[in-house]
């Protein structure tokens, strides 16, 4: 089992940045890919971004070339790097653990979440 806190939400005005950890405790970190879901109010939960067990990482569309995802496995830490936010951007941001190969898209996917930290992206 795995136990994930996210940190560093706040709020930015448009334009600004904001990263994101998702710090892991418990097994092996590097056993699982870690994702980052969205959601903002009224809204479904969505896909943002993942890191894949072995390596590669795959950003959902609205993301691609704001967004960056590193991992850092002695530190138990993944980070989301956002730049460029935009007011749509604005919700809950949450980390979660799959042992699924490849880019795990889908909610379904994973197995562990943490509780979630607030970005808001005023205008």
């Known amino acids: 089992q795995v136990q994930l806190v996210e940190s560093g939400g706040g709020l930015v005005q448009a334009g600004g940045s904001l990263r994101l950890s998702c710090t892991a405790s418990g097994r092996s970190f590097s056993r699982y890919a870690i994702g980052w879901f969205r959601q903002a109010p009224g809204k479904e939960r969505e896909f943002v971004a993942t890191a894949g067990r072995t390596g590669g990482i795959y950003y959902e569309d609205s993301v691609k070339g704001r967004f960056t995802i590193s991992r850092d496995n002695a530190k138990n830490t993944l980070y989301l790097q956002m730049n460029t936010l935009k007011p749509e951007d604005t919700a809950v941001y949450y980390c979660?653990?799959?042992?699924?190969?490849?880019?795990?898209?889908?909610?379904?996917?994973?197995?562990?979440w943490g509780q979630g930290t607030q970005v808001t992206v005023s205008s």
């Open positions: 979660a653990a799959s042992t699924v190969f490849g880019y795990p898209g889908r909610q379904s996917d994973y197995d562990y």
